[in-house]
T-cell receptor
Framework: DGGITQSPKYLFRKEGQNVTLSCEQNLNHDAMYWYRQDPGQGLRLIYYSQIVNDFQKGDIAEGYSVSREKKESFPLTVTSAQKNPTAFYLC??????????????FGPGTRLTVT | AQKITQTQPGMFVQEKEAVTLDCTYDTSDPSYGLFWYKQPSSGEMIFLIYQGSYDQQNATEGRYSLNFQKARKSANLVISASQLGDSAMYFCAMREGMDSGGYQKVTFGTGTKLQVIP
């Protein structure tokens, strides 16, 4: 079945530790995105990648890092430099086909709690 | 100024009734698109409907329709015949053209929590 997987669903870390959130897709989509969602707020873009080996900062990239070594995978590392890392993290993809509706497809999300 | 404004933090609707969720947007880009997503308590975002800025007719997808009023910059979601499974957060979002790298910027509103009452 085609889709986006994010693991784990819940993640707990101690302050000062780096943590990597996984995002894998088998939709053969070119573009992949990482969003952060806080209570009462909409989604905010952290990083995006249009193609393999290329990625760009979004609106709130500070304290985060990514890699895109394979088309299927776009892992997000939350570093100790991120001041408020506790949040819900969503990975999304979009087909690179021009035209169409450009809708994004989302994974189930990872809820990160840092204490 | 907010790019996407959803003024209703929470809404209640009786089962089988219709409900309208409001969304206004702000852009100077002549080419843009508007989306609605549903987020159940499980957390994943589910795409519902899309309206392009040049589309002449309002978009419809099953029980969902988008009331697009371009001059007023509004893109309200109408859900007909509400069901208990419609209880969720609903987000309006807008894409604004593409930059030189092919990236389409997408901005999300803060969402409306819809609760369907039996």
């Amino acid at each position: 079945d085609g889709g986006i997987t994010q693991s784990p669903k819940y993640l707990f870390r101690k302050e000062g530790q780096n943590v990597t959130l996984s995002c894998e897709q088998n939709l053969n989509h070119d573009a992949m995105y990482w969003y952060r969602q806080d209570p009462g707020q909409g989604l905010r873009l952290i990083y995006y990648s249009q193609i393999v080996n290329d990625f760009q900062k979004g609106d709130i990239a500070e304290g985060y890092s990514v890699s895109r070594e394979k088309k299927e995978s776009f892992p997000l590392t939350v570093t100790s430099a991120q001041k408020n890392p506790t949040a819900f993290y969503l990975c999304a993809t979009r087909s690179g086909t021009s035209g169409g509706t450009y809708e994004q497809y989302f994974g189930p999300g990872t809820r990160l709690t840092v204490t | 100024a907010q790019k996407i404004t959803q003024t209703q933090p929470g809404m209640f609707v009786q089962e089988k009734e219709a409900v309208t969720l409001d969304c206004t947007y702000d852009t100077s880009d002549p080419s843009y698109g508007l989306f609605w997503y549903k987020q159940p308590s499980s957390g994943e975002m589910i795409f519902l409907i899309y309206q392009g800025s040049y589309d002449q007719q309002n978009a419809t997808e099953g029980r969902y329709s988008l009331n697009f009023q371009k001059a007023r910059k509004s893109a309200n979601l109408v859900i007909s015949a509400s069901q208990l499974g419609d209880s969720a957060m609903y987000f309006c979002a807008m894409r604004e053209g593409m930059d030189s790298g092919g990236y389409q910027k997408v901005t999300f509103g803060t969402g409306t929590k819809l609760q369907v009452i039996p």
